[in-house]
């Protein structure tokens, strides 16, 4: 069976996106692991599904490189955005509501020209509670030791749909990602695993972060990793309500606002489109 499918980016963190709206697929967890690697494969962080919905106008259903299921991408959902639009699946609003694992999610989507440039996400309110996040911890966790890779970190932990562990402790340029992100990913402190931003304050408006991501290894951007990071430094006094994240693959603008939701915008690129055979 042949199966159509658009590859599309946001700061480069990358998916592969199929239109299940009139038919499921098979298997896309196995799927995902067959089309993501780099060498072998398409080459992706994953791949995302464009569901029908009966409490949004679409669903979005996300799997991770390794197969493994994803709550919630927020650069996988700008892709998602661009993806309806520019397929005549979602009319001609410029606004979108989107099912998730994490809630449904608002979108402005930012014209020109009939194609989709960028989006601003409504990514919702984080979830601080050590339970919930979820950490072995009761209480918000905020600059608390954690031993790691055989040295302590002092680290923050937000969840925006995923856990996230971010800290500040040194600059992300010079470290080694590939070890030290699985040792975060597979601590007993986090119990369904983690994604760690590892981040620098440039000042009060701008942070660098490089991000692990469970499921998917060292990515060039994270959206829900930057809501987290902008969350944690906002908490803990070092940066304002609103800040640009300088990510691998480019920059997001984070918004936290007086009512508790986040917003982040951010651009969005297709890469190009194609089909694939797979069986059925």
Known sequence: MQLELAKIHGCHNDYLFVDCTRAPLENPGELSRRLSPRRGGIGADGLILVCPSEKADFRMEMYNADGSRGAMCGNGIRGLAKFVYERGLAGTSNSLLVETDCGNKALELHVTDGKVESVTVDMGPPVLEGRQVPVNADGEQFDVPLLVDGRSWTVSCVSMGNPHCVTFDEDPEGLDLERIGPAFDSHEFFPSGVNTEFVRVDNRG????????????????????????????????????????????????????????????GPVEESFSGTVSVPG
Do not use: P
Not at 226 to 250: E, F, I, Q, Y
């Open 206 to 265: 701008q942070l660098t972060m490089r991000v692990w991501e469970r499921g998917s290894g060292e990515t060039e951007a994270c959206g829900t990793g930057a809501c987290a990071v902008v969350v944690a430094a906002h908490r803990t006094g070092r940066c304002d309500s609103n800040a640009t994240v300088v990510l691998k693959g480019g920059q997001l603008y984070i918004e936290l606002r007086g009512d508790g939701r986040v917003f982040m915008t």
